[in-house]
Structures are given as C-alpha cells and as structure tokens.
C-alpha cells in the first residue's frame, strides 16, 4: 500500500504545484481511501503541504512578484484561524463530509475560466477580500489543507490583481495557514499522534518534495496550464466523490 499511496502523492504534487497549490485535501483523501486513522490525516497532509509549498513562496518572493502587504494582510487575518480550526474536535463523519465537499468545490474552482493578467480594474468588493480570509483559515484548520484553493478562485473572482500576483498570495496563504493548523493539531492531538503519522510518512513526505519540484516545471517549460488544471480538478472531483459516496 505504501508504494501505491507514495506514487499518487507523487502524481498530486505535481499536478498541484503546478497550479501554484499543495494538495493537502487530496493526500488527506488518498489517506482516508488507503484506511489511515482519519485522526492522522491533517498532521501528516499538513506537513506534505508545507513541503511543496515552501519552495513556491521562496521563488514567488525572490522574483518579486509577491504582493506583501496585501498579501500579508489576509494571510495574518486567516492564521489564527486556522489554529482555532485544527483545535476544533470533529467526528470522523463530519470530518469525511467536509473534506469530500471540499475536495468536489475545489475541482470546480479550478475549471473556472482565469486569464493571466488582470482584466480590467478591480470591484469595489475586491478591498474586502481580508474579512473572508477568517472562515477559510477556520476551515482549513479545521480538515487539515491550506486553504488556498478556496482563496484564490475568489481573488479571481473580483479581479483583485494578476493571475501571477494572485498565485504567490495564495501560495504564501498555504503555507502559514498549514504551519498554524499543524499547530493546532499538534496540541490537539498531542507529540504522541505526530511522531505516529510522521512514523509511516516519510516515503509520502519524500515524493511530495519530488513531486512539488517537478510540477514547478512543468509548469514553466512543458505542460499547458489549462491541461494541468483539468487534470488536476478531475483528479480531486473523483477522489471527493468517492469519499462521500
């Protein structure tokens, strides 16, 4: 099973790295299919967040396109929040209700329609875009993703800045969103329950790092950005699907 579970955390770190993601929703998935103990599941999806992410915000910065006020301004808004979220108890109905539906509105969000740069000025809304930041990081404290994928289908949305701009926010908003989670689901759960999904992990934790390498690019030099993203969202539609069904 570990072989099989590694090679599709490879796959999915590729396919999301290279649309400026981790995946943490769908390694949680993958693990839920695999029988892990839905209670380990956001620790070590966080931790593989963490790790495709990092390099992405490092190259966003240093090539200046991260926008760091505003950026940091939502990022700040959502990360309390999403230690609040990975404090939170949830059942493991629950718990599998929202990381399916989460799964299946993020599939969708990605075969929304996105141009490269900004078009047109932003609307009014668009300066208001930090208040949603609070229940995104609550919700994905809460299952154990970035949070993300559900930010910047919104930016898109109101046309908040370019498509480039939007990417690097998203990706700084992963990777603090992940750290403060982690957080919480550390003293949620206790050193014990880490040291137990970190246990089996780092096979998981060695292809994701690949895997986020790799996607970056591909994105740059060989795939099209549509072709990903298709693959991507019928990916994540499927795997959200199974797990409601």
Not at 127 to 146: C, K, Q, T
């Amino acid at each position: 099973m570990v072989p099989f579970l590694a090679a599709a955390f490879f796959l999915t770190a590729i396919l999301y790295a290279s649309v400026g993601f981790g995946g943490g929703s769908t390694y949680s998935a993958l693990l839920v299919l695999a029988g892990l103990d839905y209670r380990l599941l956001p620790i070590l999806s966080l931790c593989c967040n963490i790790l495709v992410v990092a390099g992405g915000s490092w190259r966003f910065g240093r090539a200046g396109i991260t926008p760091w006020r505003s950026a940091l301004a939502v990022t700040a808004i959502a990360a309390p929040m999403a230690l609040l979220g990975g404090l939170m108890p949830i059942g493991r109905d629950a718990f599998l209700i929202v990381l399916g539906a989460s799964l299946i509105f993020t599939g969708l969000t990605l075969l929304l329609p996105r141009k490269e740069g900004a078009s047109g000025q932003p609307m009014a809304i668009a300066r208001y875009m930090p208040l949603i930041a609070a229940p995104l990081g609550f919700l994905a404290g809460l299952v154990g993703i970035g949070g993300g994928i559900f930010l910047a289908p919104l930016l898109h949305l109101v046309r908040w800045n370019s498509a480039r701009t939007i990417a690097a926010t998203a990706s700084l908003f992963i990777l603090v969103n992940s750290m403060f989670g982690l957080a919480g689901q550390l003293l949620k759960r206790g050193p014990d329950m880490f040291g137990a999904a970190l246990s089996g992990g780092l096979p998981l934790l060695l292809a994701v790092v690949i895997g986020g390498q790799i996607g970056s690019v591909l994105a740059i030099k060989f795939l099209p950005q549509n072709l990903i993203r298709w693959l991507t969202a019928a990916l994540t539609i499927w795997v959200g699907a199974r797990l409601l069904l």
